[in-house]
Every structure is written in structure tokens, then in C-alpha cells.
């Protein structure tokens, strides 16, 4: 055993792989039957085990995950078993009492391999009355009280464990509240399955009033609480979909509806409420819903007057490109802006373990003109044509490119794409992301905060491989890359040398084969 604590120590794998094999030497040890027998064994090493000091608890549940890998294999007699309990009684008053030096993750081991009673704690502390002549209580008070210290120092999962175990029965309704304020949900569940019906449905009425919905319906489902909760069901598949909408995913929440009619048209309303009305359309087509067709949309829900619009940002022209003759075209107009927007496109694939869509279309633009090119249809026509252009816009020293996030785009671009050079190389690129460090909202959030408005992102996950794509769509792809230029209007570039250099040290460039983003300080022109 020492050999292997050895090894635990200084191993040089991954320590999941080192874990595993480790496991399995210990697994290997108790099967050559050691003496006295292997659980016994195993809780004699915990009496040694802290003297490894700071390895001490990786070691000890190394050495109880092998014990409960090995007992699932073999028999123990009755005999063998009673012994046992009474030792793990043993080491479980001593860890108490602060003899042992264990955490309490392992007390909770050792009551889920072995079914230790109050009787055994009991015959325990009699040995060690005896041995130290101390006098204490009975081994419920015992217990009991070192579950009042485990609730104060809010170690709930261990307490609720010990509740369980030993019967305890001296905790109400407070204690459920006091788990769920300190988001001890797992713990809440466990004791308030413990105490039945009447305490699991206080538990699903405080997950209700929190808005946890998917909490409460796990518990219902689980505790065939249906009948009591008839609305909760719909509720929380309500709350699902409205946060599947709310991130764009409508082939996802289509999906989970299951031909359920009421929740296909929460989702027309949701759709209708986005200002989505394509969507509408296409929903209400499908699933034959006309009476929705007519509605007019309330002003009061409608949301779509939060968000910002092209008008409000003055655009003058979004500029579709899929012929070469628009695609020379758009290079040589491109060629003339400072700086401009990057983004893309592509269909979502949410087949759990498959390859992404190809990018469909990619957006450059200035502050007043976006030109949206369809990749699909250039690559397949006119690709060297296509790859010379891009390289043209996308490597100039003289034109500053924009992006959010644009690296990740990058790469699914070059995935898509593999033989075009143009994806694998760019100079002058700027990630607003970078610059602003926006924790949340992505975007939208930044835009927002600069712009005074946010981005409508219903239409992100939609099908961008439909031809034509909607006007809707259009002015949702144009917008990613106009706001990126108009963002950055808003950097201090006219201000203190000072202030120029911290987004100017932003700027990057990648040239084919490197192992690493290139950072660059170039010389800027006045923009």
C-alpha cells in the first residue's frame, strides 16, 4: 500500500488516468485476500492514511473507491460484515471527535458502503469510554449533535445523510428553507424525500414561487406528484421554450413539442412577439394553425421596437453578392473603406455529434453599406475568383477588419472551405470583443451599452441556406457586421496617444500555418 501511495504521489499521467490505474492496483490487492480481510483491511489504512498530510485525502478516496469497486464483485459473510460495521462505527466517532483527521466526504462514504447503525456507534463509543474513561451521552445524542454542528456550518448533503440514516427526525420545514437559500437544492431533495409527500410538495411549491420549474417538475416526476401539480408541466415546457426562443433556437424548441397543439402556439405567440413573422408563417403553415394568421400583435408585447434597426444607423444599401461580376464589383468598393465590419453565416446542425453546416454567407461592411456574400453558391462557381478577392480585402495592411469573436469564425470558415487560402490568412484584425471585455450579453449586450439598443437575435439560428434569404434575414446579417463599424466610432481614436495603443495592441494577424495569433502594432491611418 505504501508502494501505491508512492505512486499516487508522484505520477506523471493525467490524474484521472493515474486515478484509474491506481483504483485498479488496489482492486488488485484486496482480491489476493489480505489480512485480516479486505474491508477491514481498507479501514485500518484510514487510521494511517492522514499521516500523508497534504496527499492524505486523495489517497483515502482512492482506497474507498476500490473497497466499493471490489465489493460489488465479491461475497461477504455476516460474520465478516457485522465486524466490519463495528470498526467503521468506530473510525466514524473518532473522525467526530477530531482523533482521526478526515473530512466530512468521507463520513459520507463510509455510511454509503456500509449500513452502519446506532447500534454500532453505540458499542463504539462504550470501547472508547472505556479505554479513555470519558462519560457522554447516548450515541443518538452523540449524532445528533454533530448534525447540529454539520447544519451551522451549513455542510447540509452530510447532514441530511446522517439524518437519514439514523432516524432523525428533529428538523422541520425551517431546515428546507434554510437548504434552498444556501442553493443546497440536492441536499433539499434528499432530506425532503426522507420526510414524504407533504415536505416534497413544500419543496415543489418553493421551487415554483423561485421560478425553478425544472426543478419542481423533476420532483413531481419522480414522486408521482402529477396530480398535485397538474399546471407545473406545461409551465415549465412553457419556460423552455420561451428561453429556446429568447436564444434564437426555434428548430430546437419545435422539436421538443411533440405535437402538443397548445405549446405549438405559445410558440406561434412567442414568435409573434419577437416581431419573428416569418417564423409565424411557416409555423402556422405547418401545423395548419390559420386563426393566428390574422392576429394583429399587441403594441404592449411586440418587442421589436427595443431593438436597433438599419434606419436608425443610417444604412444606405445591404448589397446581395452571388455572380462575379457583384463580386469584383463589391472587392473594389471594399478596397476603398479604413476600417469594416466582419461576420457569418451558417445553418445550425443540431444533431448531437455531427459535423457543423458550411458557412453560408459571409458579411463585410462600412458604416453606411453591407455586402453580404453568398459563400455556397462563389465557391462553387467561381472559387479561385472567390479566394483571390477575399485574400485581397482580408490580407490589406490599409483596411482595418472588425470582428466579434471573429477567430472562432475563422476557423469554421477554413473548416469550410479547406482549400481556400483567403480563411487562413488576414492582417489588421480587431476583436471589439477583445478591446471591451464584455462578461455578458455577447453582442447585443455591447451594442446596447454603446449604441443605446440592442440586436433582435431570433434570427440567428435560422436556415441561412434557404434561397432568397427574407428581408428579415438580410437586415439580421447586414446589421452584425454594420454595428461592429459604428462600435467602434465609439474608441477613444481621437484621443491621447495613450488611449490609441491599448486597442491598437488588439490588433492581430495569422498567416497560414502558424501556431500562434500574431499580434501587431501597426501604423494606423486617421479614421
Wanted: hydrophobic content about 40%; proline content about 3%.
Amino acid at each position: 500500500m505504501l508502494f501505491l501511495f508512492k505512486c499516487h504521489c508522484i505520477g506523471t499521467c493525467k490524474a484521472s488516468t493515474k486515478f484509474r490505474a491506481l483504483q485498479h492496483q488496489v482492486h488488485l490487492v484486496l482480491s489476493n485476500d489480505p489480512k485480516p480481510e479486505p474491508a477491514t483491511f481498507i479501514v485500518q489504512c484510514m487510521y494511517v492514511s492522514p499521516l500523508f498530510e497534504d496527499h492524505s485525502q486523495g489517497f483515502t478516496h482512492l482506497i474507498i473507491s476500490a473497497l466499493r469497486r471490489f465489493l460489488k464483485r465479491s461475497t461477504t459473510t455476516t460474520e465478516d460484515s457485522l465486524e466490519v460495521k463495528d470498526l467503521v462505527a468506530h473510525l466514524l466517532v473518532d473522525i467526530i471527535w477530531g482523533q482521526i483527521d478526515h473530512d466530512e466526504k468521507i463520513v459520507l462514504k463510509l455510511l454509503e458502503i456500509f449500513d452502519v447503525k446506532l447500534t454500532n456507534v453505540e458499542k463504539a463509543m462504550c470501547q472508547i469510554k472505556e479505554k479513555h474513561d470519558l462519560s457522554c451521552g447516548t450515541a443518538k445524542e452523540f449524532v445528533e449533535q454533530y448534525i447540529v454542528e454539520l447544519v451551522k456550518s451549513q455542510l447540509y448533503m452530510t447532514a441530511v445523510t446522517l439524518i437519514e440514516q439514523f432516524s432523525v427526525y428533529q428538523y422541520g420545514q425551517s431546515f428546507l428553507l434554510d437548504m434552498i437559500q444556501s442553493n443546497q437544492f440536492k441536499a433539499a431533495e434528499k432530506w425532503a424525500t426522507f420526510m414524504g409527500k407533504q415536505m416534497l410538495s413544500t419543496l415543489v411549491e418553493e421551487f415554483i414561487e423561485r421560478n425553478m420549474l425544472k426543478n419542481a417538475h423533476e420532483i413531481i416526476k419522480k414522486n408521482n406528484l402529477k396530480q398535485d401539480f397538474p399546471d407545473v408541466y406545461k409551465r415549465c415546457k412553457e419556460s423552455s421554450l420561451k428561453n429556446l426562443a429568447e436564444k434564437g433556437c426555434w428548430e430546437v424548441a419545435e422539436a421538443r413539442i411533440n405535437n402538443d397543439r397548445q405549446l405549438m402556439e405559445y410558440l406561434v405567440y412567442l414568435a409573434m412577439e419577437a416581431g419573428y413573422m416569418e417564423k409565424v408563417d411557416e409555423l402556422c403553415d405547418r401545423y395548419s394553425l390559420s386563426r393566428f394568421l390574422d392576429i394583429n400583435v399587441p403594441e404592449t408585447s411586440n418587442l421589436q421596437g427595443h431593438y436597433l434597426n438599419l434606419d436608425e444607423l443610417l444604412v444606405e444599401s445591404i448589397i446581395w453578392v452571388d455572380e462575379v461580376e457583384g463580386l469584383l464589383d463589391a472587392t473594389r468598393h471594399i478596397e476603398g473603406f479604413k476600417v469594416i465590419g466582419l461576420d457569418c453565416e451558417w445553418k445550425p446542425n443540431y444533431i448531437k455529434g455531427s459535423k457543423p453546416n458550411k458557412v453560408s454567407i459571409m458579411q463585410i461592411a462600412s458604416e453606411d453599406s453591407a455586402f453580404i456574400f453568398d459563400l455556397i453558391k462563389l465557391h462553387k462557381e467561381v472559387p479561385d475568383i472567390l479566394d483571390n478577392c477575399l485574400s485581397r480585402i482580408l490580407l490589406s495592411p490599409r483596411i482595418l477588419k472588425l470582428g466579434y469573436n471573429f477567430q472562432c469564425d475563422a476557423k469554421q470558415l477554413a473548416y469550410s472551405y479547406e482549400e481556400l487560402r483567403c480563411f487562413k490568412n488576414y492582417e489588421m484584425l480587431l476583436d471589439i470583443q477583445n478591446v471591451f471585455k464584455e462578461p455578458r450579453g455577447g453582442l447585443a449586450g455591447l451594442t446596447e451599452k454603446i449604441l443605446g439598443a440592442s440586436l433582435n437575435k431570433t434570427r440567428r439560428n435560422s436556415n441561412w441556406e434557404q434561397r432568397p434569404l427574407t428581408p428579415h434575414q438580410l437586415e439580421y446579417a447586414a446589421l452584425d457586421a454594420v454595428v461592429l463599424v459604428h462600435i467602434f466610432r465609439h474608441l477613444p481614436c481621437q484621443g491621447h496617444n495613450k488611449d490609441k495603443s491599448e486597442w491598437k495592441s488588439c490588433i492581430v494577424s495569422l498567416t497560414e500555418n502558424a501556431k500562434k495569433f500574431k499580434k501587431c502594432v501597426p501604423k494606423i491611418v486617421d479614421t
